[in-house]
């Protein structure tokens, strides 16, 4: 168990839904970094987070955003979803700026019908 | 291009021997090498962390290495077990906010 949290594990939508993705990092870390990847794929990374501000954005779409709250927990909202948004979303949590060991989630597994 | 390069892409060995997978890199500057391994449809689980002084570090049957000179790393897997079937993705972290670029992993399959 990493002590990186993620909810819903699966989650079963249609095209054109919303979404919302939720993570509750390690106590104590201050980091929280969104991932996805699709089937066979690897990790691409979306978004990070540090102390609640946006700290360096990867190939995020625009029909994503995400958030960290003040008790440092993060949402990845994903909207307008398409077929092509099927993916496992990880969240992962480091206790430093980034340079620190990185504990993933067990992701969201995410399926647009 | 992909910072960190991974190869083979996949590989199969019988339960008991050994493998060696390898990852280079480009990524400057360096802050430090990693090592994930991930199972199938889990998170990935971290084996090792080496920054630029460090040239081995061992996890159990895991050892990596890392030439900063040459940009280049391994990973060793001594006596594979069946449950060592999993991808083996390498991560470079660069500036000091460790921006990480993820190699593409290498599916390992061990068989009986």
């Known amino acids: 168990d990493s002590g990186v949290t993620q909810t819903p594990k699966h989650l079963i939508t249609a095209t054109g839904q919303r979404v919302t993705l939720r993570c509750s990092p390690r106590s104590g870390d201050l980091s929280v970094y969104w991932y996805q990847q699709s089937l066979d794929q690897g990790l691409q990374f979306l978004i990070q987070?540090?102390?609640?501000?946006?700290?360096a954005k990867g190939n995020i779409l625009e029909r994503f955003s995400a958030q960290q709250f003040p008790d440092l927990h993060s949402e990845l909202n994903l909207s307008s979803l398409e077929l092509g948004d099927s993916a496992l979303y990880f969240c992962?949590?480091?206790?430093?700026?980034?340079?620190?060991?990185?504990?993933f989630g067990e992701g969201s597994r995410l399926t647009v019908l | 291009k992909n910072q960190v390069e991974q190869s083979p892409q996949s590989l199969i060995i019988l339960e008991g021997k050994n493998c060696t997978l390898q990852?280079?890199?480009?990524?400057?500057?360096?802050?430090?090498l990693r090592w994930y391994k991930q199972d199938t449809g889990r998170g990935p689980v971290s084996l090792t962390i080496?920054?630029?002084?460090?040239n081995t570090k061992s996890n159990g049957r895991y050892t990596a290495t890392l030439d900063a000179d040459t940009k280049q790393s391994s990973l060793h897997i001594t006596a594979s077990q069946l449950s060592d079937s999993a991808s083996y993705i390498c991560v470079v972290s660069g500036d000091s906010w460790g921006k990480l670029q993820f190699g593409a992993g290498t599916q390992v399959v061990v068989t009986p």
């Open positions: 080496m920054t630029f002084s460090e």
């Open positions: 992962a949590s480091s206790s430093s700026r980034g340079t620190g060991e990185l504990f």
């Open positions: 990852c280079n890199y480009t990524v400057s500057p360096f802050s430090n």
């Open positions: 987070y540090y102390n609640g501000e946006e700290r």
